[in-house]
């Protein structure tokens, strides 16, 4: 009996969200409008990391594990500052996370990339974060009375752009699972890898996230 027409019927939805299939128009659209929107420096982006840079790093070369840092600095910046958004938070997250990944360098076993790793650390200093009360709750500060950053012209583009306000009213778990897939271009098993959960778990964020991010776009007329 032939099979063919009959694989998907009936799939589950999220199993079906895992199967390879053509990326759809406003998908990418999404895709290439995160990318605008997050405006993060690229460099050092699918570099390796030199073997003797490792060993180095490893046995706790300041030099070396700076090298390492400066291949992934920007990527983990913009994943920091786009679930805190704060930058003074996501300098105290990148500093705590930065310690924690020189001080746990030589127990990496590279079941995983190293970049995965990193994210991974950072994502749950994210985390740990926002479990926090923010400064201004602490401190009885009111909002309006904070000195506001000047911001750059990445950050002018972002404040114009609708999907940026929609991406901030997704839950940080969303948040941060279009930004490790869509923005960052992780697969599932590594996004599912950061984030400590299943590939399955990734494709049903994705979707509600999506959902949301694919009317901003629409309203914006994208």
């Known amino acids: 009996m032939a099979l063919t027409g009959t694989l998907t019927h009936d799939v589950h939805p999220v199993a079906a969200a895992l199967l390879p299939s053509p990326v759809p128009p406003w998908l990418a659209?999404?895709?290439?409008?995160?990318g605008l929107v997050l405006a993060a420096p690229v460099a050092g982006r699918g570099e390796e990391i030199d073997d003797l840079v490792m060993a180095r790093a490893r046995r706790g070369d300041h030099q070396a594990f700076g090298e390492i840092v400066g291949c992934y600095d920007e990527r983990l910046r913009a994943l920091a500052y786009r679930l805190l958004d704060d930058r003074d938070r996501m300098d105290d997250v990148l500093q705590e996370a930065y310690v924690k990944a020189y001080r746990w360098l030589p127990q990496f076993k590279g079941t995983s990339a190293l970049g995965t790793w990193l994210y991974r650390i950072t994502y749950n200093a994210?985390?740990?974060e926002?479990?926090?009360p923010s400064r201004a709750v602490l401190a009885?500060?009111?909002?309006?009375?904070r000195p506001s950053l000047e911001p750059g012209p990445?950050?002018?583009?972002v404040q114009r752009c609708s999907l940026a306000a929609a991406l901030k009213t997704l839950p940080a778990d969303q948040r941060a699972a279009v930004l490790l897939v869509d923005a960052e271009g992780l697969d599932y098993a590594a996004a599912a890898d950061v984030l400590g959960v299943r590939a399955g778990t990734v494709a049903s964020r994705l979707s509600r996230a999506r959902a949301v991010l694919r009317r901003a776009l629409e309203v914006d007329g994208a």
């Open 154 to 157: 990445g950050e002018v583009a």
């Open 29 to 34: 659209r999404l895709q290439f409008w995160l």
């Open 140 to 145: 009885g500060e009111d909002d309006v009375d």
């Open 126 to 128: 994210c985390m740990d």
């Open 130 to 132: 926002l479990r926090r």
